[in-house]
């Protein structure tokens, strides 16, 4: 077994927040994944479809959450840093 290096902990993901909608067919969850060249974290929502198990990324700015659903779970609410 080798060593583990700094490229193995960047390498390491973070699951947080996770989440089912009011209407029990999705959830979501972020993701943070540590960024050595800004030293801080990349954060960002996935969404699942839990009859099928389909996971697809839903935002991409790289600082987004925290995350509430709208009452009925067709929507998602969330905070961004984006500029």
């Not at 009011?22 to 972020?30: L, T, V």
């Not at 389909?54 to 969330?78: H, Q, S």
């Amino acid at each position: 077994m080798r060593p583990i290096d700094i490229q193995d902990l960047l390498a390491y993901r973070f699951l947080s927040a996770i989440e089912i909608a009011p209407d029990g067919r999705h959830a979501a969850f972020i993701v943070k994944q540590p960024d050595m060249a800004e030293n801080a974290y990349t954060s960002n929502i996935y969404l699942v479809d839990l009859p099928s198990g389909g996971v697809r990324l839903l935002t991409n700015g790289g600082k987004d959450g925290p995350f509430a659903w709208g009452l009925e779970g067709r929507e998602i609410f969330f905070v961004s840093q984006r500029e």
